[in-house]
């Protein structure tokens, strides 16, 4: 079982950062891929980034060089760091585990932090 929870988020003008984190419960966080996904409302979640057990990083299009995800298996925690935030990254921010690298399928999702980004 793990339990995921995030923090940090909030309100940040455009062009502003933010970090993101996911503190993970549980002995067996290092096998899981993490990932990090969005949703507004009305809308499917969708993929952000992700980071493998293994170190290896993938991220949507629209994150691409803004947003880096990390890892500190030490500390059981992931990380998102996010730069030159765009209104349209406004979303609840969720963190999420899964042992499927292609992400067909996940096992854990944390509760959700809002993230803002004003005009």
């Known amino acids: 079982q793990v339990q995921l929870v995030e923090s940090g988020g909030g309100l940040v003008q455009a062009g502003g950062s933010l970090r993101l984190s996911c503190a993970a419960s549980?002995?067996?966080?290092?096998?899981?891929?993490m990932g990090w996904f969005r949703q507004t409302p009305g809308k499917e979640r969708e993929f952000v980034a992700a980071?493998?057990?293994?170190?290896?990083?993938s991220y949507a299009d629209s994150v691409k060089g803004r947003f880096t995800i990390s890892r500190d298996n030490t500390k059981k925690t992931v990380y998102l760091r996010m730069n030159s935030l765009k209104p349209e990254d406004t979303a609840v921010y969720y963190c999420?585990?899964?042992?499927?690298?292609?992400?067909?399928?996940?096992?854990?999702w944390g509760q959700g932090t809002q993230v803002t980004v004003s005009s």
């Open positions: 980071i493998s057990w293994t170190g290896g990083t």
């Open positions: 999420a585990a899964s042992r499927d690298s292609r992400w067909l399928e996940t096992d854990y």
């Open positions: 549980g002995r067996t966080f290092s096998s899981y891929d």
